[in-house]
T-cell receptor
C-alpha cells in the first residue's frame, strides 16, 4: 500500500507570494492533518480535514488555509508569504479512529521563503 | 503555551546502552501518548503509544513508562544501536481529536 505522498518536495518562493501544497493520503484514510515543523517551534498543528470539512484548527493566522477533496486528497495554501513561513510542512493521514489511532506522515514539503 | 515538555534536547549514548527520554504534560484531558521517530529527510513515524490505563508498554527494545499522577511519561530504548540515531518526539492527544501536540524533540546519537 502506498504511503502518504506530498508534492512538491521542495519549493522556493519570495515574500508576498502565495503557495499551494498537495497531499495524497493512504488509500482508505479519510482524515488528513497538516503540521508545520521548524527548528524553533518544533511540530505545530495547522488543521485537520475529514470528509471535505475542516474539523480542527491550530493557532495560525488566516493566511494559512486548506481544503479537502471528495477523494480525501488535501491541499494547503499560504498567502502573502513571510520569511517566517520557511518550514517543513508535513501532512498526516489516518483512518479516523476517534483520535486514538496511528497517524501516518508523508515526507513533507520543504518551503523556503526568500 | 507549550503543553508537552520534552527533555533532554540531545542525548549521546553508547552502543548497547539504555536511552531514556522524558516528557511531561499539563492538560489532564490528554489520553493518548505516542512516540514518533524521525530520520533526516523523512516524516515522523509512530514508534509506540500508550493510554493512561496502563503504566508500561513494551514493544521489542522500546518501552513507554507512564505516571498518570505525575503527568509524566518516558521512552526507554534498550540495547541502543547506531540505527536508532534519530530525533524522537513525544506527543499527546485527546479522545475524539486527531490533533497531536508534540514535544520539542530529542536528537539521539548512538556511538560505537
Amino acid at each position: 500500500k502506498a504511503g502518504v505522498t506530498q508534492t512538491p518536495r521542495y519549493l522556493i518562493k519570495t515574500r508576498g507570494q502565495q503557495v499551494t501544497l498537495s497531499c495524497s493520503p493512504i488509500s482508505g484514510h479519510r482524515s488528513v492533518s497538516w503540521y508545520q515543523q521548524t527548528p524553533g517551534q518544533g511540530l505545530q498543528f495547522l488543521f485537520e480535514y475529514f470528509s471535505e470539512t475542516q474539523r480542527n484548527k491550530g493557532n495560525f493566522p488566516g493566511r494559512f488555509s486548506g481544503r479537502q477533496f471528495s477523494n480525501s486528497r488535501s491541499e494547503m495554501n499560504v498567502s502573502t508569504l513571510e520569511l517566517g513561513d520557511s518550514a517543513l510542512y508535513l501532512c498526516a493521514s489516518s483512518l479516523d479512529t476517534g483520535g486514538q489511532g496511528e497517524q501516518f506522515f508523508g515526507p513533507g514539503t520543504r518551503l523556503t521563503v526568500l | 503555551q507549550q503543553q508537552v515538555k520534552q527533555s533532554p534536547q540531545s542525548l549521546i549514548v553508547q552502543k548497547g546502552g539504555i536511552s531514556i527520554i522524558n516528557c511531561a504534560y499539563e492538560n489532564t484531558a490528554f489520553d493518548y501518548f505516542p512516540w514518533y521517530q524521525q530520520f533526516p529527510g523523512k516524516g515522523p513515524a509512530l514508534l509506540i503509544a500508550i493510554r493512561p490505563d496502563v503504566s508500561e508498554k513494551k514493544e521489542g527494545r522500546f518501552t513507554i513508562s507512564f505516571n498518570k499522577s505525575a503527568k509524566q511519561f518516558s521512552l526507554h530504548i534498550m540495547d541502543s544501536q547506531p540505527g536508532d540515531s534519530a530525533t524522537y518526539f513525544c506527543a499527546a492527544s485527546m479522545l475524539g481529536n486527531e490533533k497531536l501536540t508534540f514535544g520539542t524533540g530529542t536528537r539521539l546519537t548512538i556511538i560505537p
